[in-house]
């Protein structure tokens, strides 16, 4: 059974740093594609960045140059390092694991920017 848990919300101060990360279980990590998503309060859910099982990346036009995604495919985690943060960043994070047509979802950490 996939696991994706989430963790390293909070409310941070604009201008602030957080990291997410997402330890996933029950799925042969290194073979999925994972990715950040993001919903806010009355907004579509979005993707944020998204990493290969080869490794390679890409950034929604909003975060890029901002936000860094990573994976440790021996410890199956993915992190989301948030740099610069914005009020318009508050959002629920969610992380998401694909292969093929099996798709996952994490239940979500809150991201709050906010003075």
């Known amino acids: 059974q996939v696991q994706l848990v989430e963790s390293g919300g909070g409310l941070v101060q604009p201008g602030g740093s957080l990291r997410l990360s997402c330890a996933a279980s029950g799925i042969i990590f290194r073979l999925y594609n994972m990715a950040w998503y993001r919903q806010a309060p009355g907004k579509q859910r979005d993707l944020v960045a998204v990493i290969s099982s080869s490794g390679s990346t890409n950034y929604a036009a909003s975060i890029k140059g901002r936000f860094t995604i990573s994976r440790d495919n021996v410890k199956k985690m993915v992190y ?29 950490t809150q991201v709050t920017v906010s003075s």
């Open 80 to 108: 989301l390092q948030m740099n610069s943060l914005k009020p318009e960043d508050t959002a629920v994070y969610y992380c998401n694991a694909v292969l093929g047509s099996t798709v996952s979802w994490g239940q979500g």
